[in-house]
């Protein structure tokens, strides 16, 4: 990645346009124009002088003034406006080159600059909150394995997401949900997508699923055409982001970012629509996201996923904090890793005051739970929606931590 920014010879050349003017006896005019708005000027030093054998056309111009391999920009268009036949000398006309890229460089190094409305306020920033009809909230589950995804079938939850290592599985899981009545299933891509990957995300697409539990911005314009809802790592932690996403993209909903503690998730929901928003009241906090393989590393004597054998497979992998709390590891299509806290929390407490502030859909998440443990989670979560028990008696029974948003984590 390094080569791609270091080095002496710029690996990527921006369009620019120069524009030409003067006259015999007058100074040569050169403006330089770039993409984004800079514009220079660049003047000779010396009058220009009726050409008797070699005048500058638009042709010679194009080779002088183009000769920008070692720089980070390339000549695009060049606009001849010279009168008359005019000559100036090629040591001239590459000062004037250089100095035309000295100051292009100068002006996209500096900050941009913004103007301050002082009269603007953020309640006119905010969208118009159209009037909703009160719905009953609902259940939307999250597994993360086959044998969790049938234990949720057996269960009343009528919306189903599924995220597997192997993308490929999600055609079994949807012929699976399809086959249990009018369920939907909503299947998800790997979060991170790199250049080279749409692969990946074309085995998702594959699946024919009800629509796609999206994670970033290539995965935005991927699915562009699908139903799609906005995952946590879209970080939506205010209303203008949520309608950003839902207008621009068409999202059905987002998921309010993980960073909100419960009072800034309650001051979201009040600057917005309610309806655009699902809060996941059960997880695993994912911890950190990384590129390194640890299943790889340490448990193969391979390199990458083409000699390493695949042991993420085959095996579980936890790591051991300095409190002897083990944390889940799991691996996507793309190799990449990441580490979920140990002990599940749930932000149960919270669940009927955030149901009265107009939230319609609350999700669970599983990560290596067996098929006993969904089933018994999601019929004490449709009890607390019920309001047949509270959500103290809950965490308490579950054994979760007792926390809505980020954790400080144990490492």
């Given at each position: 990645m390094r080569q791609t920014f270091a080095g002496d010879t710029p690996q990527f050349q921006r369009p620019i346009d120069l524009e030409i003017h003067g006259d015999v006896g007058q100074s040569l005019v050169v403006i330089g124009r770039d993409r984004i708005g800079h514009v220079v000027q660049v003047e000779s030093e010396m009058p220009l002088v009726e050409a008797h054998n070699r005048p500058l056309t638009s042709d010679r111009l194009q080779e002088q003034l183009g000769r920008l391999g070692n720089t980070p920009f390339r000549l695009e268009k060049l606009t001849n406006h010279l009168n008359g036949s005019a000559m100036l000398p090629v040591s001239e006309l590459n000062r004037i080159r250089r100095e035309i890229v000295t100051q292009l460089e100068t002006l996209r190094a500096e900050p941009k600059?913004?103007?301050?409305?002082?009269?603007?306020?953020?309640?006119?920033?905010?969208?118009?909150v159209p009037h909703r009809t009160v719905s009953a909230p609902s259940l939307l589950v999250l597994v993360r394995s086959l044998s969790q995804l049938r234990a949720a079938l057996e269960t009343d939850i009528q919306t189903l997401y599924c995220e597997f290592e192997d993308p490929r599985a999600y055609k079994q899981a949807v012929q699976m949900?399809?086959?249990?009545?009018?369920?939907k299933i909503w299947v998800a891509p790997p979060r991170i997508t790199k250049s080279g990957e749409n692969w990946i995300l074309q085995q998702v697409r594959d699946s024919q699923a009800n629509g796609y539990l999206v994670r970033n911005y290539d995965q935005l314009q991927f699915f562009k055409s699908d139903r799609c809802i906005g995952d946590f790592s879209l970080n939506?932690?205010?209303?203008?982001?949520?309608?950003?996403?839902?207008?621009?993209?068409g999202l059905e909903r987002v998921t309010a970012s993980y960073d909100l503690n419960i009072a800034q998730l309650q001051d979201l929901l009040t600057s917005g629509s309610p309806d655009w928003y699902e809060v996941t009241i059960h997880q695993h906090m994912p911890m950190f996201h990384m590129e390194h393989c640890v299943f790889c590393a340490f448990m193969s004597d391979g390199t990458d996923y083409t000699n390493c054998g695949r042991p993420c497979e085959k095996h579980e992998v936890k790591l051991r904090d300095r409190v002897g709390t083990e944390h889940i590891l799991t691996a996507d299509?793309?190799?990449?890793?990441?580490?979920?806290?140990?002990?599940?929390?749930?932000?149960?407490?919270?669940?009927?005051?955030?149901a009265k502030l107009g939230v319609n859909h609350f999700r669970i998440e599983f990560v290596n739970e067996s098929a006993e443990q969904v089933k018994h989670t999601i019929e004490c979560y449709q009890k607390l929606l019920n309001g047949e028990i509270n959500g103290s008696q809950l965490w308490r029974s579950l054994n979760l931590q007792n926390q809505l948003g980020v954790t400080r984590g144990t490492f």
């Open positions: 600059r913004w103007q301050i409305n002082s009269d603007a306020t953020l309640s006119e920033l905010l969208p118009n949900v399809r086959e249990s009545g009018d369920k939506v932690a205010n209303a203008l982001t949520a309608d950003y996403l839902i207008q621009t993209f299509a793309g190799c990449r890793n990441t580490v979920f806290n140990g002990k599940a929390q749930t932000g149960a407490e919270y669940l009927q005051s955030l």
